[in-house]
């Protein structure tokens, strides 16, 4: 377990960056804070650091987005279950696509109880405007 204080969006990006040097698949990251926390912007560094070009924005409003990875044969599924009440199928899809690819989960703590225990689980608490706590374990 490790926990980190950032002091702006930059260096959360850079703790998801971070990361992303030290992960391939299977991977489940599972990303929870209240809104604003900065899952997105996480999302964003995980991204640049494994070297993917295009802008992450949230998926609030597809469920999924899939980046692909250069010069990999796998690629970054993003997830946000912000406005959804996930169900098996969802469950299922994102554990196989899980098996080939990186998986992040905006929201995860909606599905927490049913994912398996080897996950990434990263919670963001805001401190203050630009300050925010960072557990990952
Ligand atoms: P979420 O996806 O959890 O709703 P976002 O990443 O979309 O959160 O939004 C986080 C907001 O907080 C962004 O506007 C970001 O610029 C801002 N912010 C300020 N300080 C930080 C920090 N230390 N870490 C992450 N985001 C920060
Ligand atoms: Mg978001």
Redesign the pocket.
């Known amino acids: 377990m490790a926990i980190q204080v950032?002091?702006?969006?930059k260096?959360?990006q850079k703790v998801g960056a971070k990361l992303a040097k030290q992960i391939k698949p299977p991977t489940i990251i599972a990303?929870i804070?209240?809104?604003?926390?900065?899952?997105?912007?996480?999302?964003?560094g995980l991204a640049k650091g494994l070297n993917i070009k295009e802008k992450i924005v949230?998926p609030t409003f597809v469920l999924e987005r899939i980046y692909k990875i250069p010069k990999k044969s796998y690629a970054l599924y993003h997830y946000d279950l912000y406005r959804i009440e996930p169900d098996d199928i969802l469950i299922d899809e994102i554990l196989e696509n899980a098996k080939d690819n990186i998986v992040v989960i905006?929201w995860a703590e909606k599905i927490l109880q049913r994912l398996p225990k080897d996950i990434i689980k990263i919670e963001?608490s805001t401190l203050n405007?630009?300050?925010?706590k960072i557990k990952i374990s």
């Open positions: 950032t002091n702006s969006a260096e959360t990303l804070s209240d809104l604003g926390g900065g899952k997105t912007t996480f999302t964003q949230s905006e963001l405007d630009d300050r925010r």
